[in-house]
């Protein structure tokens, strides 16, 4: 790509920049991840995976398959355990085989884990107890302890976010593939406490449709080649500390089939794949079309997401996309939109003809967790579950009666019985949420809200 390095966004104006004092101590890191490995040495590579998402995010775009995105919104080191790393993967296997039930068509599962710990903030800087202090920016920049000197950026972390998201990456792949995604081994299929017989009746019917289904594909012998009992999770996060993302970003050999696409033969060619995940978005503060974070991704042959949100310009959308994907290629981009219940129906009709009208064909995939947060009157941050599922049905229904395809789901989830949105069939109050509120940055769903959602947008697709 002409006039492309991974460090060529260094020359554009950059939002959300990291100030950090240590200079040589951000050399020093930047030097010791330049030497790592590339983050994802599976036995076929990481341009490998890439490509394979790559192509399965080609059949999203074109309506043939479906995307859940979903894990939490600030990651922490302290989340590279056992415990928090298989009740996500059982968290998200467990909506996946929903989805497939109710869209069906093959559902592409892609986790926010193993590297998301860069967080944009709206403000550099936050009062705790009366002093001032840098605001949290997640792991891989600063510690959340409300004392100055441990919000100060350390250059240190940038190193202890690769070994966290390598070892968490070794331990989601180790349990894929010994058994925790057996989707035959009984899983945990309660919804606790179910408020309503109706709902609780259409979920114990989906439940047992679904394991009659594994039933029978395990009696006939087509279970294990259809991939039901190892599936496979991909990785992401938001691409937003440019410094950490341009040292592992690395010039491999293209799978073949993707050389052959390139220049028509099958001559070996190479591009830049950003290893430390295997998607990577941008987030909605970050995509200024001259801004340095478009200038990074542009050159990557990741497929790539980019948030989108009302203040964004329906020919600004189509800007952009020129520039981070001139050829066009089809689900290289996932346009995950986040307005908000109340205003989804006035941006996104107008989003989706201008792109139609640019000829791109990207996925387009639904985050109904950042246009609708909100505080509550003491100030907690929330969100309602019916304000989540009112924006995904109307995503849903305006993208059918645009002749256009609603191929996703993002949601910010956590395996663990925590307490930050209200509502859903469990009946979650704002009083309860004190209880466990346990995120370092937005509220995620909890694995019983999860999964309900799960079920309520299954239904829409079978409706
Ligand atoms: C996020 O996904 O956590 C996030 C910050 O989203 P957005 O960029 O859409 O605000
Ligand atoms: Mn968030």
Redesign the pocket.
Known sequence: MADWTPSSWTTKPIKQDVVYEDAQGVKDALTRLQKLPPARHYSRGAAHYIANLKASLREVALGNAFVLQGGD?AELFDYCNQEMIEAKVKLLLQMSLVLIWGANKPVIRIARIAGQFA??RSSPTETVNGVEMPSFRGDNINGFDADPEIRKPDPSRLVSAYFHSAATLNYLRASLSSGLADLHSPLDWGLGHVITPAIKEQYSKIVSAVKDALRFMRTVGIDKDRGVETADIYTSH?GLSLEYEQTLTRNLRDPIERSARNIGSAEPTSSFYATSAHFLWI???TRQLNGAHIEFFRGIANPIGI?I?PSMAADELVALLDVVNPRKEIGKVTLIS?YGASKIAQFLPGHIAAVKASGHVPVWQC?PM?GNTQATPSGVKTRHFTDILAELKQALEIHRAAGSFLGGMHL?LTGEAVTECVGGAAGLTEDGLGERYTTFC?PRLNEKQALELAFLVAGFYRE
Do not use: T
Request: glycine share 14%.
């Open positions: 919104c967080k944009p938001e987030g909605d503060r948030k949100g986040r985050d950042h910010e937005d």
